[in-house]
């Protein structure tokens, strides 16, 4: 029987590499807002000759999760593996400076959506799936303020979740990669030397690597 993955915010940095990590192993259902950056994943996930189904949707699309999750179900009866790398990056600033509407829209991304999608995902996982989600240690420093409370508000859904299911299933896992040269941390780090990060594919592997007693 075929393994299936479902990564949302597969299209670019993270997401994306563990997609192609994992493509040998699983189908992969890829989640993004940018379908050309889909199509250019599963064009490397097929050389590889792995397979992938597209889905290019915005996870604050309530009705949207929905319809994906239900086609999980009637296509494959469940789910394998969900890694949760979408995020909201809302713009630096001053707390105190925090425009409502980059407000609203990290609330809607970083901990609507992510409560949403744990409602839909967690029958499909059933007692043997596991889901993957991603802390980030800048959550408290200075004019991280939108980004850094409501990153800390979905690591708190996945720890509540991860403490709840932790004798009867799903597993979660909370991992916190090394920083990657990825376009959301160039937003937040202008003119850092990104010589200096480690890459979005040697963290896809260490964590698949980590996760590969659990996944076997």
Not at 166 to 181: E, R
């Amino acid at each position: 029987m075929t393994k299936t993955a479902l990564i949302t915010g597969a299209s670019r940095g993270l997401g994306a590499a563990l997609a192609e990590a994992l493509c040998d192993s699983h189908h992969i259902i890829a989640v993004a807002k940018t379908t050309g950056a889909l199509e250019e994943l599963d064009d490397r996930i097929q050389a590889r000759g792995g397979s992938a189904t597209l889905a290019p949707m915005d996870i604050t699309n309530d009705a949207a999760m929905a319809t994906l999750c239900r086609g999980i179900f009637d296509r494959w009866g469940s789910l394998d593996l969900w890694l949760h790398t979408a995020v909201h990056a809302a713009p630096l600033t001053p707390t105190d400076h925090i425009d409502a509407k980059d407000m609203a829209k990290s609330v809607a991304a970083n901990i609507t959506a992510t409560s949403t999608l744990i409602t839909y995902v967690s029958p499909l996982l059933g007692q043997a799936g596991q889901a993957v989600f991603f802390d980030d240690p800048v959550i408290a420093t200075k004019f991280f303020g939108s980004y850094g409370a409501t990153k800390a508000a979905q690591i708190a859904l996945a720890r509540s979740w991860q403490a709840e299911t932790a004798q009867i299933g799903p597993k979660v896992h909370i991992v916190t990669p090394a920083p990657m040269p990825t376009a959301t941390r160039a937003r937040f780090h202008p003119g850092e030397d990104r010589a200096a990060l480690h890459s979005p594919q040697s963290q896809a592997d260490k964590i698949i690597a980590s996760l590969s007693a659990s996944l076997a």
